[in-house]
């Protein structure tokens, strides 16, 4: 197995299972975990800008909470006393959800979304909101209401987006676990950066936002999902197990089994360079390093072309762009946001006609058709997230040619969403610029197992990158 470079850090922060262990055995207390986060919040957060608000007070009443019913005999659950980050764009009755955007600076929501009621229902205490681009609408994090979220690692350097802010809070110390969604490679991304692990769910096992009133762009509702980032694959595990199940206000969440152990074929198809069009060297010697973990685990890994991939990104972005067009999107947006969206909308061929949007719709079938088929003989694709590893700030600025870059460098992550897959990105050592490089896990629809299982195999190799200094 190829060794991946070190590059030291602090000792490990324990993770959001091993922190409810030591809660509910009584060797700490909920109050104290609390306390812990909220001092590496009041050191870290002024500097790195991850947290748009921290629930001081409000997390102390909540840790309190879970110690009593402790004291009293009672189960507070499995995620006892974990602090979490909530993004900005999930609602949490005591905080706006701002979207990251001026103009819902005071939206405070009158009920939790159903994700956060579930890890609260488990012990889980939100201890701040995660910052993020206006609506999610770029893939970095910056926006006009609370200003960047800076990379640990290295300030120049994008965090990605658009859960950016729970990514470097998670990999910081100043949460357990992040609470976040992914339309185009949100969570995975940000993990890549932060040397963490994201959880993108499939389709329809997390619920989403509640579906009131307003229409729901049809590109949202099949491209985007709730998710988590931790720093390990079994605190993803546990979260996912939390906040997995049916809910009645949103039409898209089902009704299925829990994941299990995964009992198939332990076959992995990688994919080193989707298209053909590049990856930078640290990327692929990460995906190697991946490679080699999972054969040394007992994978059979064999390189594989995914059926219909340049169609299949092209459509996604067309059809993203033109839903974004259209008004999916209130105005105005910030000024980032605003550059990376006009763009990107110049950049990409819209879609201009009914007929041509249907057709867009009824050609996805036929290739996620090809991708069932090809993911029943390898349950697990390996392959890059961002093929270009984690690039300067603003890198998706700058006008169309920067745009379609952005989009060019993501595109076999956007294909994960197009299809409604589940996927993880996972840690794969260190780059040669002394930066976390990582992986992205695609499984078969509904196939959490397979990817988790894959998951821990490169977990064991490699680990988490740890916290910065």
């Known amino acids: 197995m190829t060794p991946a470079p070190s590059v030291p850090s602090e000792a490990p922060l324990p993770g ?12 700490t207390a909920a109050a104290a975990v609390v306390d812990a986060h909220l001092r590496r919040i009041d050191a870290l957060n002024p500097r790195l800008n991850a947290l748009t608000v921290v629930f001081t007070d409000r997390a102390r009443r909540l840790a309190d909470e879970v110690d009593r019913t ?63 681009p206006d609506f999610g609408m770029r893939w970095d994090t910056d926006n006009d209401l609370f ?74 509702q099949r491209f985007a999902v709730n998710g ?25 969440s089902l009704a299925l089994p829990g994941v299990g152990e995964f009992d198939g074929p332990r076959r992995v198809g990688l994919v080193r360079d989707p298209l053909g069009w590049g990856v930078h060297p640290d990327v692929a010697a990460g995906i190697e390093r991946a490679a080699s973990a999972l054969r040394a685990a007992g994978w059979q890994v064999e390189a594989v072309e995914p059926p219909h991939l340049e169609e299949a990104f092209t459509l996604m972005r067309r059809l993203a762009v033109t839903d974004m067009n259209g008004g999916a999107l209130p105005a105005p947006l910030g000024r980032s946001a605003d550059a990376f969206m006009r763009a990107s909308v110049r950049a990409t061929e819209l879609f201009t006609t009914a007929a041509e949007y249907g057709a867009a719709w009824a050609r996805r079938a036929v290739i996620e058709a090809e991708w069932r088929r090809l993911q029943a003989e390898y349950p697990v694709i390996l392959g890059p997230a961002s093929t270009d590893g984690i690039p300067p700030v603003d890198f998706d600025l700058g006008g169309p ?47 959490e197992a397979a990817v988790l299982a894959a998951a821990r195999d490169v977990e064991a190799a490699y680990g988490p990158a740890g916290p910065p200094r």
């Open 70 to 132: 402790i004291a009293a005999g009672g189960d507070p659950g499995p995620l006892a006393g974990v602090p979490i980050s909530v993004k900005e764009n999930i609602d949490l009755t005591w905080s706006a959800t701002t979207e990251g955007w001026r103009g819902q600076a005071d939206a405070v929501p009158a009920r939790d979304a159903t994700v956060v009621r579930r890890l609260r229902a488990a012990g889980a205490i939100p201890i701040g909101r995660g910052n993020m």
């Open 16 to 27: 959001a299972l091993a922190l409810a262990a030591d809660v509910r055995a009584g060797r």
């Open 228 to 252: 988590m980032l931790a720093r390990s694959v079994a605190d993803l595990e546990a979260a996912l197990a939390v906040a997995s199940g049916v809910d009645v206000d949103d039409p898209v």
């Open 401 to 447: 040619e920067q745009a379609s870059a952005a989009w060019r460098m993501l595109r076999l992550v956007v294909v994960v969403n197009f299809l409604g897959l589940p996927a993880v990105a996972v840690p794969t050592g260190w780059g040669t610029d002394s930066l976390p490089t990582g992986v992205q896990l695609i499984g078969p629809m509904h196939g």
């Open 147 to 220: 200003g960047r979220t800076l990379n640990p690692w290295d300030h120049t350097r994008t965090t990605f987006g658009s859960s950016g802010g729970d990514a470097v809070a998670v990999a910081t110390g100043m949460s357990a676990l992040g609470l976040g969604n992914d339309f185009g490679g949100s969570i995975r991304l940000p993990a890549q950066a932060l040397g963490v692990y994201g959880l993108r769910p499939s389709l329809g096992r997390v619920p989403r936002a509640a579906v009131g009133e307003l229409p729901v762009a049809l590109t949202l």
